[in-house]
């Protein structure tokens, strides 16, 4: 059953990287890795399957390799390159369902609408400094990004926070959380986190909050009408 459902992964650094360790781990065997980065050394202390031999070597040439070990079986499709207006439409229709691993905000709401558009269900998770988000968006059902925030933040406001650096446990701990919302959703179980978030604050020992997210009346997503709907629909008529 899980042999025929295809997970995709944008981004194999700090939230990629553990996220596709824990699917293979689940002897999920059927991978699309996006990353059109080099590893260097700057990437070590987080990405703990890269060491100064893959100095060099395409994220997800690496990354591959490091997967057959775990799973000889898997099949591991790496694309070198960044996901974009262009392509992504083409190469999201391949998969089952998207984890979003990336951390560049425009690449999150491509992911947000493409994902919308064509009805693909994702899990979207970032990091920043201590802290540590995830949720599951389903289209058509429960909230998206855009039901967050209208518009992506300003780039600038993000690259001087991403210069603060991010934990590697905190982005370990969101992406094995991002695998496990794959799991759920290939294997027909509604993921635990689809329409709530998931904070994770490493500055305080063990804080984790969860919060339902509403869908916006009015989001390209159309979540909030479509929920609105089904539940005139299945009100008893008496
Ligand atoms: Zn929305």
């Given at each position: 059953m899980l042999a025929s459902k295809r997970i995709l992964i944008v981004g194999v650094g700090g939230l990629g990287v553990p996220a596709a360790c824990a699917l293979a781990r689940a002897g999920f065997a059927d991978l699309g890795l996006i990353d059109p980065d080099l590893i260097d050394l700057s990437n070590l202390p987080r990405q703990v399957?890269?060491?100064?031999?893959?100095?060099?070597?395409?994220k997800v040439v690496a990354a591959a390799r490091h997967l057959a070990v775990i799973l000889p079986r898997a099949k591991v499709e790496p694309m070198l390159l960044s996901l974009d207006a262009a392509n992504a439409a083409e190469i999201i229709a391949r998969f089952d369902f998207v984890i979003?691993?990336?951390?560049s905000p425009a690449t999150k709401f491509l992911i947000n609408d493409v994902c919308v558009d064509l009805g693909v269900s994702f899990v979207y998770g970032g990091v920043l400094g201590l802290a540590g988000q995830a949720m599951t968006i389903l289209p058509g059902s429960t909230a998206c990004l855009r039901c967050l925030f209208e518009e992506p933040p300003d780039e600038a406001d993000v690259a001087s926070c991403r210069e603060a650096g991010i934990i590697g446990p905190v982005a370990a701990a969101i992406g094995a959380a991002q695998a496990v919302e794959a799991l759920s959703f290939v294997n027909g179980r509604m993921p635990a986190l689809a329409g709530t978030m998931l904070t994770l604050d490493g500055?305080?020992?063990?804080?984790v909050r969860l919060t339902p997210i509403a869908a916006r009346i009015?989001?390209?997503?159309g979540s909030a009408e479509s929920k609105a709907t089904a539940g005139c629909a299945a009100s008893p008529a008496r």
């Open positions: 399957i890269f060491g100064e031999s893959n100095l060099g070597t395409a979003d691993a990336t951390d500055s305080q020992s063990g804080r009015g989001c390209r997503c």
